[in-house]
């Protein structure tokens, strides 16, 4: 069974251009989370999913950053303009269902933003 | 808030050798742990979780037992190997907040034959 897939694995862009990164889900997966991991940090959450309804959006920059999960399967994570402090690891998720104790990651996509 | 503190790396050994890594955490309630692994290239995956308190988790020679009197799920094994050279990272879920995790900082291990 595939995991978590992630797309594109690498991304260098200009600041103020926009970007955005894909994800598709374990099959099946009700809940799907997108988390930010700055260098030497732990990932922190940037918002959930459960089916196409983001229920936890809190940390979420919503000046410039968006999310989307059509149908509820796979989700983009757009930033525009991208700034400088976003270079980071974005990280998608995945769990059979809200509160389910294990959540599946997939590899990450290398932002850098020059 | 919910917060997790695991002890600074970067932590080098010996082949062989004993390790512990230190987590302690503040949460309200009763939260579930977790102690995740990150290869170098590769993605974070779940090395091992304990729901509920003084509940040992156990996996590849690792393991952490929830103490709730100390606040604490601290990871051991007995005898590294330089396969185990990674990033470990503690992490919290608690009971109301749909999966969501909370993760220490990281410690990297570095393991040398």
């Known amino acids: 069974e595939a995991g978590v897939v992630q797309s594109p694995r690498y991304k260098i862009i200009e600041k103020k251009q926009p970007v955005a990164f894909w994800c598709n889900p374990i099959?099946?997966?009700?809940?799907l989370y997108w988390y930010l991991q700055n260098l030497g940090q732990g990932p922190e959450l940037l918002i959930r999913y459960e089916n196409e309804e983001a229920v936890d959006d809190s940390q979420l920059p919503k000046d410039r950053f968006s999310a989307e999960r059509l149908k509820g399967v796979d989700s983009t994570l757009k930033i525009q303009p991208a700034e400088l402090g976003d270079s980071a690891v974005y990280l998608c998720a995945s769990s059979a269902r809200s509160g389910a104790t294990e959540a599946f990651f997939g590899q990450g996509t290398r932002l850098t933003v020059v | 808030g919910d917060s997790v503190t695991q002890m600074e790396g970067p932590v080098t050994l010996s082949e062989e050798a004993f390790l512990t890594i230190n987590c302690t955490y503040t949460?309200?309630?009763?939260?579930?742990l977790f102690w995740y692994v990150q290869y170098p290239g590769e993605g974070l995956q779940l090395l091992l979780k304990a729901t509920k308190a003084d509940d040992k988790g156990s996996n590849k020679g690792f393991e952490a037992t929830y103490r709730k009197e100390t606040t604490s799920f601290h990871l051991e094994k007995g005898s590294v190997q330089v396969s185990d050279s990674a990033v470990y990272f503690c992490a919290l879920s608690a009971s109301n907040q749909g999966g969501k995790l909370i993760f220490g900082q990281g410690t990297e291990l570095s393991v040398k034959p």
């Open positions: 949460a309200t309630g009763y939260p579930s």
């Open positions: 099959s099946g997966h009700n809940t």
